[in-house]
């Protein structure tokens, strides 16, 4: 790919100065051997000190640099939402590693959280269940928490519901095993069914289902997977990173080695 530098214009002197780009001329020696060469750093205010012809002459420069090499697009959107995605996980990340009553496993002071966004209706969560059973078991300074996220189908939210539910009454490892391991197609009888299975509270899992309380906290997942760029499930928050998919057992194990380096 052609550098943008070397597609510039005559555009003078000052111009060119004023953006940052090094000018040929004597006493200007080539970096050391092994030296990367560098783009300088534009000082502040660089465009405001160009003339207008030069900083019309400068956008159209750009403007046709991308044009030209438009796989640069998708680099910097990566780029944005990555930068994006941190810097809302750092000013929520306790909201989001605190789990809802007992929706945890692992470690209870674990060094390093991974916060799994589930759907009950998600037959790649039931896969990946075992990649996170086995982090946990393999991995004693983990900890795991789950965030209920019901965006598949009809009969998800009502899931999530109970699983909430469960998960005030201290039994959300039973729902949730349970859940995932009933054969059958999501649907309200299997959430009937896994209610009593996992040994509720019937009157207080019903009132749940009804709980303002407990529908606020489904949207507040829902609003953070959003944020966080979820477009499916499982995903997973880990350190700064998030995972997208059943990403299987060795990314998790890796994505959480490299929370704990960056933890020092």
Sequence with gaps: MKPM?????????????????????????DPPQGQAMTTPVPPPGAMKAL???????????VRRYILDHPEIIPEAITALQTGSVRKYIAANRSEIETPFGSAWA????????????????CPYCQQAKADVERLVRDDPRVKVVYRDYPVIAEASREAALASLSAAAQGRHGAFYDRMYGTSGRLSH????ATVRAAGLDELKTARDLQAKANAAEIEKNIEMGRALGMNGTPSYVIGDKVLVGAVGFDALKAAVAEARDRRG
């Design 5 to 29: 530098a070397a597609a510039l214009p005559a555009l003078g002197a000052a111009a060119l100065v004023a953006l940052g780009v090094a000018l040929p001329g004597p006493g200007r020696a």
């Design 106 to 121: 692992g470690a209870k002071n674990g060094d390093v959280t991974l916060v799994e966004f589930y759907d009950y209706a």
């Design 189 to 192: 009888e299997k959430v009937v």
């Design 51 to 61: 003339s207008p012809a030069e900083r019309v002459a400068v956008e159209a420069v």
